[in-house]
């Protein structure tokens, strides 16, 4: 019953870091006496010096780019990235809350609010598509990024109730952090796709969404984020069906009279 408890702490240390005794206990298959136990033979002082050291590791565990290229090379990379992708998708798809998602979809579909979105420098590609994608669904979206300027600019037009999607890894940028403190302190609903529960963005967030940047090279992998970013325009395009419909249909047309697309 120990050794479960111990492999949940290695397999899912989110489940131990921000869990209580009873869902640890359930997911490890045993009681809550095995969870504290299991701290007890760790050295520890009891569940919640177990957390706290979890939550520690979680804190430390990312590191820079310098320091992951100085790792020994695999002896396959290319299978090596397959299976770091596909575990990292699937860790953070798995882990999301249906009843979280479903109010993300809420907030980004409701054409009562405006939509922003506001990524770090490294996730401004994904940050764009995933804006482009959403403002196709439906107006008022606004891709925020640029100078100090050009965002404060942007985020001046915000009003309570509208919504902003951030997005951003270990390390996290200043900036962004600033921009979405203030969009926080202007009445916005934080959506925040980051690195954990204890991602410096949760505290502002009404609604934390933790991904896996784990990647085969040196460099953090938006996989993950970017899986989530599509099921969350899925979801607004089966909310927004009819509405989304029409906008779809006037740009393909559009597009078609503007011979913008060619098949060669």
Not at 114 to 135: K, M, N
Not at 151 to 174: E, F, M
């Amino acid at each position: 019953a120990e050794r479960r408890v111990a492999d949940l702490v290695l397999a899912d240390p989110h489940a131990v870091a921000f869990g209580t005794v009873a869902e640890v206990a359930r997911a490890a298959r045993t009681s809550g006496g095995s969870v504290v136990r299991t701290a007890t033979r760790l050295g520890l002082d009891g569940f919640a010096a177990l957390q706290d050291r979890v939550r520690t590791d979680l804190r430390t565990a990312d590191h820079p780019a310098v320091d992951r290229i100085r790792r020994p090379p695999a002896d396959d990379p290319l299978g090596q990235a397959v299976a770091v992708a596909v575990a990292a998708v699937g860790t953070t798809l798995d882990r999301v809350e249906r009843t979280a998602f479903d109010a993300a979809v809420a907030r980004l579909a409701d054409p009562a609010h405006q939509a922003f979105v506001l990524v770090a420098d490294a996730s401004r590609g994904i940050g764009e598509q995933f804006a482009t994608e959403l403002a196709m669904l439906r107006p008022g979206v606004t891709h925020v990024h640029g100078s100090e300027v050009a965002v404060a600019r942007a985020l001046a037009l915000l009003a309570p109730g509208d919504v902003v999607v951030t997005l951003d890894l270990p390390r996290y940028d200043r900036w962004l952090l600033a921009a979405v403190g203030a969009a926080h302190e202007a009445g916005a609903r934080i959506v925040a796709l980051t690195g954990s529960e204890l991602s410096p963005l949760a505290d502002l967030a009404e609604l934390v969404f933790p991904v896996s940047s784990e990647a085969a090279g040196p460099f953090d992998s938006h996989l993950a984020a970017l899986a989530l970013l599509e099921a969350l325009v899925a979801g607004v395009a089966a909310t927004l069906q009819a509405t989304a419909t029409s906008r779809l249909e006037r740009i393909e047309a559009a597009w078609r009279a503007g011979a913008t697309f060619t098949d060669g």
